[in-house]
Antibody, heavy 118, light 107 residues
Framework: EAQLVESGGGLVPPGGSLRLSCAASGFTLSGSGMNWVRQAPGKGLEWVSYISSGSNTIYYADSVRGRFTISKDNARNSVFLQMNGLRAEDTAVYYC???????????WGQGTLVIVSS | EIVLTQSPDFQSVTPKEKVTITCRASQSIGDTLHWYQQKPDQSPKLLIKYASQSISGVPSRFSGSGSGTLFTLTINSLEAEDAAMYYCHQSSSLPFTFGGGTKVEIK
């Protein structure tokens, strides 16, 4: 069974940095596109970033472009989200999710909470 | 950016009733529309892909239809465990976007 487990969330001051990790099991990342999707407290879902199976195609939402960097380590079967220049509006639960190409998201991890506050 | 507008925002339904949720896209997206269910304090779960394709393990009472700009998620014979938020999502063009969600409550 394909599973994803995120880690790395926490409390960080505005302007700070955080690196999220997403460990995959039950499938290999080398054959999968991966995404980060976030959900602010009490709000809806917002797609953040996508990386292709070969890591040669990367996309970002305008709200994070230039501040966030997605990467993948196939040997560790993990995907990462380096978040710099964090803002209060980045406060959210961050989910990683697999996608075949740039299509539906399945499965999703359990999420990791990022709080940006002084 | 393609905007997805879901309606209604909230629906209170008695068990065994039929539920219909609509998702309208601001421009044509073919069938690149997917549906998710999110229960309280859980991550989203894929229900329907490509507008109408069923997902293994998802109860058959969930079905989807539509193409272009208008899509529908139908829950036939609602069960208590179906209380959740439901989101549509388009993968036609960047940025990938989600509808605002529909909350289904059990009366």
């Amino acid at each position: 069974e394909a599973q994803l487990v995120e880690s790395g969330g926490g409390l960080v001051p505005p302007g700070g940095s955080l690196r999220l990790s997403c460990a995959a099991s039950g499938f290999t990342l080398s054959g999968s596109g991966m995404n980060w999707v976030r959900q602010a407290p009490g709000k809806g879902l917002e797609w953040v970033s996508y990386i292709s199976s070969g890591s040669n195609t990367i996309y970002y939402a305008d709200s994070v472009r230039g501040r966030f960097t997605i990467s993948k380590d196939n040997a560790r079967n993990s995907v990462f989200l380096q978040m710099n220049g964090l803002r209060a509006e980045d406060t959210a639960v961050y989910y990683c999710a697999r996608s075949p190409g740039t299509n539906w998201f399945d499965p999703w991890g359990q999420g990791t909470l990022v709080i940006v506050s002084s | 950016e393609i905007v997805l507008t879901q309606s209604p925002d909230f629906q209170s339904v008695t068990p065994k009733e039929k539920v219909t949720i609509t998702c309208r896209a601001s421009q044509s997206i073919g069938d690149t529309l997917h549906w998710y269910q999110q229960k309280p304090d859980q991550s989203p779960k894929l229900l329907i892909k490509y507008a109408s394709q069923s997902i293994s393990g998802v109860p058959s009472r969930f079905s989807g239809s539509g193409s272009g700009t208008l899509f529908t998620l139908t829950i036939n014979s609602l069960e208590a465990e179906d209380a959740a938020m439901y989101y549509c999502h388009q993968s036609s063009s960047l940025p990938f976007t989600f509808g605002g969600g529909t909350k289904v409550e059990i009366k």
